[in-house]
């Protein structure tokens, strides 16, 4: 049970701010119930009132509080390495002379155990809880990436890349037929991992998911194949690249000549369907979006890495306005940053960029309005973006995401009295325990901005998955203190 501070996305244009809200998450890790507004001198009684009698309560202290854990959309484990290198180039480019070979290296199973050991407990750490991830094309060091997400308990969709055309000759699969022998072998490895859990309908933690990498370097026999595994599998999700770049798209072009665009690629092969994650979607043209919407697949918005490799500036307002469903991804390493925190504050800034070069001003915007194209994204839509429209796009949206009875505990505890800074610059002055309550409704508001766009790693206290405490500062000293 955890009393104090608690926001809650609500949609695109709201959350809910709680100052003093009880929260009671049963043993399965599942949220039992919640309650706004609870004094302290009524919390026994409300206790009671629920059947709780001697309870622990963790109360969370001054400057402390409770959101969704982060859903990264989009990202590669085995780029990790890289990030921060590689900004000079543009995608094709950089895919050839940065990413290719370092991906290759993962032949090398105990190379990619180490390497993603370290991946998978930072991404955690950074807030992480839900994680779509791409591995290599190897399927022995995906299945690594999948114990250790599994070890560690993060919420994620593991993939192992098909590509067997338009890669270097020491990294591209050898046959359409070893491509999907290995994407089987993988599914059904990562769904004895984790098994549907007894006695309810939520899915396992660890799913499988299909990753043909980009239409690029898959064939047509492998795309047609892997339409087949999705058709005979509806609830596997899919993930995959579309409508990054505009050498990317010319030669999507001239190799599906049949095709009435880049969506309409994935759409032939029925690889464009519900459960579809579509990462970056810069360019696309109206009919794509159309197409994307009827299909009802949801674009993972990547905006550091569409800065990075100078991709251009995905005009989310326009998707968001059409009701697709979207939500952020760092796509390491066309990104630099495992966290969300930055694909936030990277969304915030290409928002405003669309926004300015309509011509609009900051001051005719409101937060409440609920057309975004040409405007800058509000708190509420980039706290949505990062929880709630993450798990949309993922099809958790009735799991995670958002707090309410009966979806699963995945939750960060924030922390903005970091010792490391001045508390001041967070708002704190040590007297809201007497402040009314609208004031400490609008201090809690002030620090979550402030936490969105200045703040880190060092913030995240603690993450939970599921209910398991899984990560955040407060673990990782914990496991120095125990070495
Ligand atoms: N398109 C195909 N592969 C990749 C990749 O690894 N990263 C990005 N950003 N785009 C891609
Ligand atoms: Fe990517």
Redesign the pocket.
């Known amino acids: 049970i955890f009393y104090g501070s608690v926001i809650n996305p609500i949609s695109l244009v709201s959350y809910s701010a709680s100052p003093l809200c009880l929260l009671a998450v049963d043993t399965l890790g599942n949220i039992d119930w919640l309650v706004d507004d609870v004094e302290p001198h009524n919390l026994q009684e409300t206790l009671a009132s629920k059947g709780y009698i001697d309870s622990e309560v963790i109360a969370l202290r001054e400057g402390e509080f409770i959101i969704p854990g982060f859903i990264d959309t989009?990202?590669?484990a085995p780029q990790v390495p890289n990030m921060g290198t590689g900004g000079q180039y543009q995608l094709l480019d950089w895919l050839e002379n940065v990413t290719f070979p370092t991906e290759s290296k993962f032949a090398d199973v105990n190379f990619a155990r180490k390497t993603y050991e370290s991946v998978v407990r930072r991404a955690i750490d950074s807030g992480t809880t839900t994680c779509c991830y791409?591995g290599t094309l190897h399927l022995e060091a995906t299945k690594a990436l999948a114990d250790i997400v599994h070890a560690f308990g993060q919420r994620a969709f593991v993939g192992k890349c098909n590509m067997n055309r338009n890669c270097p000759g020491h990294y591209i699969e050898a046959s359409q037929e070893d491509s999907i022998a290995d994407t089987q072998a993988l599914i059904s490895y990562i769904r004895s991992l984790s098994p549907q859990p007894e006695l309810s309908t939520q899915e396992p933690l660890v799913q499988p998911i299909l990753t043909p990498r980009f239409a690029i370097s898959c064939t047509d026999d492998l795309l047609s194949s892997l339409g087949d595994l999705a058709s005979s599998d509806p609830k596997l999700r899919i993930q995959t690249?579309i409508s990054e770049n505009k050498s990317e798209i010319s030669f999507t072009h001239k190799l599906f000549p049949s095709a009435p665009n880049y969506a309409g690629v994935y759409d032939m092969f029925g690889l464009l369907r519900q459960n579809t994650i579509l990462?970056?979607a810069v360019h696309l043209t109206e009919d794509e979006v159309d197409l994307i919407k009827s299909r009802d697949a949801g674009i993972s918005h990547?905006p550091t890495?569409n800065f990075n490799l100078s991709s251009g500036v995905a005009p989310i307002g326009v998707y968001l306005d059409k009701g697709v469903k979207v939500g952020l991804?760092t796509?390491v390493s066309?990104g630099f940053s495992v966290s969300i925190l930055n694909a936030i504050q990277n969304a915030s800034i290409s928002a405003k960029i669309c926004s300015l070069q309509a011509g609009n001003s900051a001051s005719s915007e409101s937060a409440k309005s609920t057309s975004f194209a040409n405007k800058q994204l509000s708190i509420p839509s980039l706290l949505y973006l990062a929880t709630a429209g993450g798990a949309a796009v993922c099809g958790l949206e009735k799991q995670v995401g958002s707090f309410a009875a009966g979806k699963s505990f995945d939750a960060l505890i924030v922390n903005v009295r970091d010792e490391a800074g001045n508390p001041t610059i967070w708002g704190l002055n040590g007297t809201s325990p007497q402040l009314a309550a609208e004031d400490k409704k609008k201090l809690l508001e002030g620090w979550l901005e402030r936490f969105l766009f200045c703040g880190d790693d060092r913030n995240i206290e603690r993450v939970y998955v599921q209910g398991a405490f899984v990560g955040g500062r407060t673990y990782r000293r914990g496991r120095m203190d125990d070495s």
């Open positions: 989009h990202t590669h791409y690249h990462a970056h990547c890495s991804g796509d066309g």
